[in-house]
């Protein structure tokens, strides 16, 4: 059954140009990482959103099914870029610096940083583990490459080092001064290199063979982090 528009808006335009449910998701994104998800209302939220409070329950069934559609946003595309990376006729270690170097350019290019809520408590509650279930997916192909790269067994503490070097940026960017050098998400993909104990690879030769696979995929880096698609 197709859903009806809704209930009228408070604002006669919508913010995001796209629609309700598009303009919640874009308040609500912007107040629960500047104010945190617990003190962040669904009414703070729709009045951001131009909406009625109600509308907001018209397109999600609750607060928490906002933050999940969020957060399910931010990791979907990286998993799916992994995945697609992972069987591709290329050198491990430049998988892994193509997989670096593409989820730490989304997380940078995500004009809200909606990665800051990966640190939110409430993502241990009930509901959320379709996000748990897809980091995860998303970390195990880090680690399968960090192992084929580095010809050792990789732990997944050691995984969970690598991808964190790539979540790093989003602490980065919650800082005073959160602009990041142009080149962080090559920097952060030539550490990974050098963490998985293949400092030789850390070459033109490598970030040139990477960035071709990576144009060479139907939905390469330039694909931003889309909280629709989830």
């Not at 350019?105 to 809200?112: F, G, H």
Request: charged share 25%.
């Amino acid at each position: 059954m197709t859903k009806s528009r809704g209930r009228p808006r408070k604002s006669p335009t919508s913010p995001t140009g796209r629609g309700a449910e598009q303009d919640v998701l874009h308040a609500a994104g912007e107040l629960f990482v500047r104010h945190g998800f617990a003190r962040t209302s669904t009414r703070a939220v729709a009045e951001a959103a131009g909406l009625q409070q109600a509308s907001v329950y018209h397109w999600f069934r609750s607060k928490e099914d906002v933050l999940l559609r969020l957060v399910l946003g931010t990791v979907l595309p990286s998993r799916r870029l992994a995945e697609r990376l992972l069987p591709a006729d290329a050198p491990a270690h430049v998988k892994l610096w193509a997989l670096c170097f593409a989820d730490t350019r989304l997380l940078v290019e995500d004009p809200q940083n909606l990665g800051a809520l990966y640190f939110a408590p409430e993502l241990g509650d009930e509901g959320f583990e379709e996000f748990h279930e897809n980091r995860d997916a998303l970390e195990r192909v880090y680690g399968t490459l960090l192992e084929h790269t580095s010809g050792h067994p990789a732990t997944p503490f050691d995984a969970a080092v690598v991808m964190g070097l790539v979540e790093n940026v989003i602490l980065q960017r919650q800082r005073t001064a959160p602009r990041l050098p142009g080149d962080a998400a090559d920097r952060i993909a030539d550490a990974a290199l050098r963490v998985a104990g293949a400092p030789e690879h850390v070459t033109e030769q490598t970030r040139r063979r990477a960035l071709e696979l990576l144009a060479g995929l139907e939905e390469g880096p330039d694909r931003p982090r889309d909280t629709a698609s989830a």
